[in-house]
């Protein structure tokens, strides 16, 4: 009887259409990327490199502030610019050398702790932070007599003093602290102006002869900002703040109108790290919740209070409002929050991030931050194919903003650059760009032990660019297997020794523009 013979069968194991991104051996499974560096999923469903970085901007010295309004605006050395074009800046006034918190209504730009307020039409910065010392003060609540022995009426709650001209300091609906009046200190709206006199709420003031005081305009220290419709709101520690009606300068007057500010303190466990629009309306995050602000107006204005993992200490820059989601960095990692429920999306990376910073183009969640070894990379987050992409961050990533198509990242090499695909053609393309990206294991689950014996891909390559294939054996150190350098489309077959393993890792590392389209693992 003639023995029976056992045919060898080769099986295939077919990846595209890359739809999760980085996996991180994190549950992944086929048609997804384990890891990668420098690759970019605007292309999708193929893989590619990211597009090379354009320089913008170089400056001699450190950025204390970035924000994108109308314009880019970069607070640097000691000065406020707008930037006008590539390396061209116009220089708008003078700023302290204290890291800046921004934030913008209508036509104008605020900049704190300055208290300075840019007219962004006129491109004029003014100073709104104010400190008048009063000597020999007249509080008058009645007639008086004055220096030509004229009867005179003067209006009540009235401060007179000849060492300043109101008229250049104040306005009716300016809210001015008052000190040293000792009964009666604090904010007051101011609802006339003379030269000499202002004039203030019925009842300002109890004491009629005031030997010295001091006027003052200033604004909370905000930590954070963001605008809904008419308002510029912010937070300081525990205490949400909105300006007037659209005010931008004025944080303190309490009329109990609609037009009037508002201050609310949210005592319960510890400071706010960050504040976003959302939805139309303004939303402030905790470490562990978010409260948001619902109404119209301060008399009817409701806090709404939602336990959740909120935005880390150190990361309220990450937050931002995109895909229909608020986006930001927790303690947890990076959460997606809607609906006043909110959910880990970044265990694809496989790291923990602190210290993060981040915008968005409307789609895509740009996040620079720190891993646990200290090392900044900038990871992209895609809202509608649910897919992570990192990238190198060789020049460190300290402020992200986003404007007019371009996504503006400043470097620790005091070097301004754009992001992404080149849609408005501003900035000079730096070099090729090197990159990598592994692949899932090919294996079996059915039949545990494999034999592969060929590796093909689907790949198109610009001119100038060169593929090299890596293979691991069951978490094995990587070994080179072959090189490309082609031009066009073509399928790339690589044979492979027979030896058997359960899982087969594959890396392919690539220099220049090329595209991924699928991978053909053939095994026995």
């Known amino acids: 009887m003639l023995p029976t013979l056992e045919t060898t ?4 194991c077919i990846m595209q ?42 400056l001699s010295e450190g950025v204390l502030g970035m924000y994108c309004a109308d314009s880019l605006y970069i607070a640097s050395d000691g000065e406020l610019y707008r930037a006008e074009g590539e390396n061209s800046m116009q220089l708008l006034g003078t700023v302290n050398y204290e890291p800046k918190v921004f934030g913008s209504l209508g036509n104008e730009l605020l900049v704190l702790p300055d208290f300075k307020v840019l007219d962004t039409i006129g491109q004029n ?32 709650n009235t401060l007179h003093c000849t060492d300043y001209n109101f008229l250049d300091f104040f306005h009716p609906g300016d809210s001015v602290r008052i000190e040293g009046t000792q009964t009666n200190d604090g904010y007051y709206t101011v609802r006339g102006v003379e030269e000499f006199d202002l004039r203030f709420d019925e009842k300002a003031f109890v004491a009629e002869d005031i030997e010295k005081c001091m006027l003052i305009k200033d604004a909370p220290a905000l930590q954070g900002t963001c605008t809904s419709e008419d308002r510029l709101w912010g937070y300081a520690g525990n205490t949400i703040y909105a300006c007037a009606q659209g005010e931008i300068a004025n944080w303190y007057r309490y009329d109990g109108d609609a037009r009037s500010s508002y201050r609310v303190c949210v005592a319960d466990k510890g400071a706010f790290t960050g504040c976003v629009m959302h939805a139309g309306h303004p939303v402030f ?75 968005t ?25 649910d897919a992570w992409h990192k990238e190198d ?116 590392r690539g220099t220049g523009n090329y595209r991924i389209c699928a991978l053909i693992g053939e095994y026995q």
């Open 361 to 385: 183009d409307g789609r895509r969640y740009y996040l620079c931050a720190e891993d646990e070894s200290g090392r900044r990379a900038l990871y992209i987050y895609d809202t509608e194919t």
């Open 285 to 359: 995050f905790k470490s562990d919740c978010m409260v948001e602000v619902y109404g119209d107006s301060p008399a009817n204005y409701a806090l709404v209070q939602t336990r959740l993992s909120g935005v880390a200490q150190g990361s309220g820059a990450s937050l931002c409002s995109v895909g229909g989601s608020m986006l930001y960095l927790s303690h947890n990692g990076v959460m997606r929050c809607s609906g006043g429920s909110a959910r880990v999306i970044s265990d694809a990376l496989g790291v923990q991030l602190k210290n993060g910073v981040a915008t």
């Open 125 to 156: 910065l003014f100073s709104k932070r104010l400190r008048l010392t009063l000597a020999n003060v007249l509080v008058h609540n009645q007639d008086y007599v004055d220096e030509e022995g004229i009867a005179r009426t003067i209006r009540r």
């Open 17 to 58: 259409d890359f739809t999760k991104g980085i996996m991180h051996r994190y549950g992944g499974g086929e048609r997804c990327v384990f890891d990668c560096e420098n690759v970019s999923g605007a292309q999708y469903p193929a893989l590619a490199p990211r597009m090379p970085r354009r320089s913008f901007m170089y």
């Open 393 to 508: 961050d060789a020049q460190g990533i300290r402020h992200l903003g986003y404007l007019g198509g371009d996504v503006f990242a400043y470097c620790d090499n005091h070097a301004v650059y754009i992001l992404g695909q080149d849609t408005t053609g501003h900035g000079t393309a730096q070099g090729v760009v090197e990159s990598y990206v592994d692949f899932h294991p090919i294996t079996d689950n059915a039949r545990g032990e494999i034999v592969p014996v060929r590796l093909g891909l689907r790949v198109w390559c610009d001119t100038g660019s060169t593929l090299q294939l890596f293979v691991s054996y069951d978490g094995e150190e990587l070994q080179e297997r072959a090189t490309l350098q082609a031009v066009g489309e073509r399928l790339w077959y690589v044979p492979l020794a027979a030896r058997a393993c359960h899982t087969l890792g594959v890396r392919v």
């Open 9 to 12: 069968k080769t099986h295939r």
